[in-house]
């Protein structure tokens, strides 16, 4: 009689399948050591009960080999041979040196109002110049008067105070002299092409001309170096440029040579020197510069009133109060402004950034 042989179920036999699939599987997968030997082949699973003793002890040889042979903590180095590729990224370390907004400088409100007066001060030479032209313009301003006006305060710029020289020559008298030189020889000049600016833009037409002139002084407030200190001699170029090539296109409209001599003449004031002598004023008279910050706005709003009107004193009284006051207002508004787009800023500096090359300008 055959022996009673049990009866194997069906869930046992899918466990058993899937056990031997799951040996045989991990069997054919490499593991982690593996990965830093060149030609290993992958370790085979076996079970205690059928695999000799020589083989385990070999397994645990290579296990505690592969354990000595663990990489080494990985740098931030190209040149140094690590056991990483090239692109590789330290997930726990990279956003270590993670900065927002680094150099970020927060904005006072009345240091922001400070620092506006100088924009204000340009704003107001040029609206003054554009009322001067349009008096002369108009036959109700004197051109003699118009360049006397501020020539005093402008050429204080190349003449400030200084201690007392004993020597007639000393260097700064002669600069003095070479600069009484230059003074000279520019009126000289102007004197002789003014016959020639009166008749340079004959054949153009006064809307291209109003056009041009707008366009240019646009140019001289955007490219004006607010920033300056007092080691820079003279204004920016292209702003100067732009600015004498308007008063030499509006020159052009005036009737008579000594118009055109006397606007010129008041423009080299009031863009080449001019702004010499505010910066002057701002380094040396904090007060200074306040006291003549509000004059330049009374005198621009006045000016302007009178211009667009035609009235007289009154209108310019109520000119430079609403000039005043319009004035005090932008400068708080655009102040505020630009202390609220400070929150917006979201520069984001890290690891990954490029290195910024140290230039020495002077060798020890």
């Known amino acids: 009689m055959p022996p009673f042989e049990a009866p194997v ?21 490499l593991r982690p050591e593996d990965a830093f030997l060149a030609n290993s082949p992958p370790h085979r699973s076996s079970n205690n009960n ?11 040889h290579g296990s505690r080999s592969a354990s000595r042979r663990r990489p080494r903590t990985w740098k931030k180095l190209l040149w140094v041979k690590q056991a990483y590729p090239d692109n590789y990224t330290d ?3 990279f956003l270590d040196h993670l900065q927002r907004n680094p150099r970020l400088r927060p904005y006072d409100f009345w240091p922001l109002v400070a620092d506006s007066t100088v924009i204000v001060q340009h704003i107001g030479s040029v609206i003054i110049f554009v009322c001067c032209f349009v008096g002369i313009f108009q036959k109700r301003v004197s051109p003699v008067s118009v360049p006397n006006g501020i020539g005093t305060s402008a050429s204080y710029s190349y003449y400030p105070p200084y201690e007392t020289q004993t020597s007639s020559l000393s260097p700064r008298n002669q600069e003095r002299l070479a600069t009484a030189k230059s003074a000279i020889l520019i009126y000289c000049a102007l004197l002789g092409l003014s016959p020639i600016l009166k008749s340079l833009t004959l054949s153009t037409s006064p809307d291209s001309i109003w056009a041009m002139s707008s366009w240019l002084l646009i140019i001289n407030i955007f490219t004006f170096d607010y920033g300056a200190g007092t080691e820079s001699k003279f204004p920016a170029s292209l702003s100067t440029n732009a600015a004498l090539m308007a008063s030499t296109v509006l020159a052009s409209r005036l009737t008579y040579t000594n118009e055109v001599f006397s606007l010129t003449l008041f423009s080299i004031e009031v863009f080449g020197l001019f702004p010499v002598f505010r910066r002057h004023v701002r380094h040396s008279s904090w007060t200074g ?7 330049i706005v009374l005198g621009a709003g006045s000016g302007l009133c009178v211009t667009i009107t035609g009235g007289g004193w009154k209108a310019g ?18 102040s505020w402004w630009l202390i609220g787009l400070q929150r917006y800023k979201n520069e984001i500096h890290g690891p990954w950034d490029p290195a910024r090359p140290i230039i020495r300008r002077h060798w020890d």
Do not use: F, Q
């Open 9 to 29: 179920s069906a869930s046992a036999s899918d466990a058993s399948i899937s056990r031997r699939g799951i040996a045989r599987t991990t069997s054919s997968h």
């Open 50 to 60: 059928g695999a000799p003793g020589g083989r385990r002890k070999r397994d645990n």
């Open 91 to 93: 997930e726990e370390t």
């Open 289 to 295: 510069h306040l006291l003549l910050t509000a004059l």
């Open 317 to 334: 009284v109520i000119g430079a109060i609403l000039g005043g006051m319009l004035t005090c207002l932008a400068m708080g508004i655009t």
